[in-house]
């Protein structure tokens, strides 16, 4: 089980940082992504780190904007979101694939993934 938390309300322009977290997988095996589903949108893939978190990708939506990191001591991927925007406002969730590939999640073909976290940009 993945676990996202970190999300809130914020106003447009302001920042936060998700956290995801996993009792059951060790993060160091895995490349990680995390993708948000606003209502009546698709899903969307937001970003993405490898296993060694040497190789990272991001859309040109949040390019910029959005930093994914990973700790390992601490099993956890963070997503630093910064100068947020009302179109980001979504459910986001992080997830990985069961064979731990970065060239899978790129293509958003997830596994695993757990109950996402609402954020909310609005003035």
């Given at each position: 089980?993945?676990?996202?938390?970190?999300?809130?309300?914020?106003?447009?322009?302001?920042?936060?940082?998700?956290?995801?977290?996993?009792?059951?997988?060790?993060?160091?095996?895995?490349?990680?992504?995390?993708?948000?589903?606003?209502?009546?949108?698709?899903?969307?893939?937001?970003?993405?780190?490898?296993?060694?978190?040497?190789t990272k990708y991001y859309?040109?939506?949040?390019?910029?904007?959005?930093?994914?990191?990973?700790?390992?001591?601490?099993?956890?991927?963070?997503?630093?979101?910064?100068?947020?925007?009302?179109?980001?406002?979504?459910?986001?969730?992080?997830?990985?694939?069961?064979?731990?590939?970065?060239?899978?999640?790129?293509?958003?073909?997830?596994?695993?993934?757990?109950?996402?976290?609402?954020?909310?940009v609005s003035s």
């Amino acid at each position: 089980q993945l676990q996202a938390f970190g999300g809130g309300l914020v106003q447009p322009g302001g920042s936060l940082r998700l956290s995801c977290t996993s009792s059951g997988f060790v993060f160091d095996d895995y490349a990680i992504g995390w993708f948000r589903q606003a209502p009546g949108k698709e899903r969307e893939g937001v970003s993405y780190i490898s296993s060694t978190g040497y190789t990272k990708y991001y859309p040109d939506s949040v390019k910029g904007r959005f930093t994914i990191s990973r700790d390992s001591a601490k099993n956890t991927v963070y997503l630093q979101m910064n100068n947020l925007k009302p179109e980001d406002t979504a459910v986001y969730y992080c997830g990985i694939h069961s064979s731990g590939s970065y060239t899978k999640i790129r293509g958003n073909e997830f596994d695993y993934w757990g109950p996402g976290t609402l954020v909310t940009v609005s003035s």
